[in-house]
């Protein structure tokens, strides 16, 4: 029996966070943590006047609509811990300022801990909110343009479908409500709000498949840290090497390409993101990606003829350095070297040479004009920031491993 995916996403996770200096840290509550006894806590949600907000789309769900934008006003949901930190937050003061009338959603925190399982009967979601603590390396805000562009990829992938292999699958951002910019002088618009996602992969299947998050394979049971790692369970009486390559790493390799050049959009396939959808025979069904906040290539869609947003410019990318943070150390690092640490302790007699070299000859067959778009060695967020806080890029000088 597989555990429920919420189950997996909070507490098959330990031992994970380990894959930079920063991935262990968190400013969130005790109460608001995946990992933490709480089963779930209310979501406060002020009913404001549609024309206070922005309002991006991308094919919700007829329920999803009526839930959060039924009339003339939408709900506006804020985390309670913002709220519980005080009001010099002018958004949240506005949001306040309607009379306080409001409704609160159960939820229950996924990995990410400020993406908010809903516990509602009906179509299953979540909602993606404004946090601006620290988790890991960032603050996690919800800013406009950040909820704008992933409406936007959302729409563009779902219309651009056709151009995956079927082992394809992504949970759509559907619906995104943020306030209107109350400070048209600021140099970036700090106006916040929240997304909702469509927990239904698409291209929608008719049986119902259990989802799987990456970390599970190889992290810890929070409860019970003895239990043998997933990743074990899932290739029981098939060759390792070859059930790994052939149902995990080969198929994201795919996708990354095939999202790459198809699109230029940068997918971030680490163990958070990536959730294996497991078919009835037991086997990887499909690679399921969450979270669309991607990394846009301006070279690769200016080459491909595909529109590059003037009036958005969120993640737009130039140069090939976050191609390389997102396949070679998101990928690469953070996912496979791990899931091949677990798998080689646990089987002597692979290592992982045997998984990386026929990635790499994957890679060269499918992309060969990958010079052009990555660099020659690996990429990576250095310790400096911009005046936002972003922390800019650094080249490690260590020729990759999983490519060419
Ligand atoms: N094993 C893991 N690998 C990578 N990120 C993880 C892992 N476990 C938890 N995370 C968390 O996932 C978060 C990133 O996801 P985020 O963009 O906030 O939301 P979502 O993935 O729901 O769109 C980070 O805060 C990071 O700490
Ligand atoms: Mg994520």
Redesign the pocket.
């Known amino acids: 029996m597989i555990p429920s995916f919420l189950y997996l996403d909070r507490y098959r ?1 330990e031992g ?2 380990v ?1 930079s200096r920063h ?1 262990g840290h ?1 400013e969130a509550e005790p109460a608001y943590r ?1 990992n933490s006894e709480v089963s779930s806590f209310d979501l406060p949600a002020f009913w404001i006047p549609r024309d206070e907000l922005n309002i991006y789309l991308a094919d919700p769900h007829a329920a999803q609509s009526r839930r959060y934008l039924p009339g003339d006003e939408a709900l506006f949901c804020v985390h309670p811990q913002v709220l519980d930190s005080g009001g010099d937050d002018p958004y949240l003061r506005k949001a306040l300022s309607f009379g306080g009338v409001k409704e609160s959603i159960r939820v229950s925190p ?6 908010l399982y809903v516990r509602e009967p009906g179509r299953a979601h ?1 909602l ?1 909110v404004h946090f601006p603590f620290r ?2 390396r ?1 603050g ?1 805000r919800m800013r406009d343009e950040v909820v704008e562009q992933a409406i936007n990829i959302s729409r563009e992938l779902q219309q651009g479908i056709g151009c995956f292999d079927s082992r394809f699958g992504f949970l759509r951002e559907v619906l995104g409500v943020t306030y209107k910019d109350l400070d048209s002088g600021s140099k970036r618009g700090e106006n916040w709000g929240y997304l909702v ?1 469509d927990l239904e992969p698409f291209p929608a299947v008719l049986d119902r498949r259990p989802l799987v998050p990456g ?1 599970s394979l190889y ?1 810890r049971d929070f409860f019970e840290p003895e239990k043998p790692l997933f990743i074990f369970e899932l290739i029981r009486g098939r060759d390792p090497l070859t059930s790994v390559l052939e149902q995990i790493m080969l198929p994201i390799i795919r996708h990354w390409v095939e999202c790459f050049l198809r699109f230029g959009f940068l997918l971030e396939p ?4 990536a959730l294996l959808e497991i078919g009835a025979d037991g086997e990887v069904a499909r690679i399921v990606y ?2 669309l ?1 991607l990394g846009i290539d301006c070279r690769r869609r200016r080459d491909l003829r595909l529109p590059v947003d003037r009036s958005n410019t969120y993640n737009q990318m130039e140069g090939g350095d976050f191609n390389s943070i997102t396949y070679d150390k998101f990928m690469g690092g ?1 996912f496979f070297d791990r899931l091949v640490a677990a798998l080689v302790e646990g089987m002597p007699g692979l290592n992982v040479e045997d998984f990386r070299g026929p990635c790499r000859e994957e890679f060269a067959r499918i992309f060969p004009e990958h010079r052009r778009y990555l660099p020659r060695t690996i990429q990576y967020f250095s310790e400096e920031r911009d005046e936002f806080g972003k922390p800019l890029y650094e080249d490690t000088g260590q020729p990759p491993v999983w490519r060419p």
Do not use: E, I, L, M
Request: no cysteine; aromatic share 10%; hydrophobic share 15%.
């Open positions: 996770n994970t966070r894959y991935a968190t995946p996924t990995s990410s801990t400020r993406t979540a993606k988790v890991s960032y996690r996602r970390f992290g680490h163990g958070q993101n969450r979270d906040n953070h």
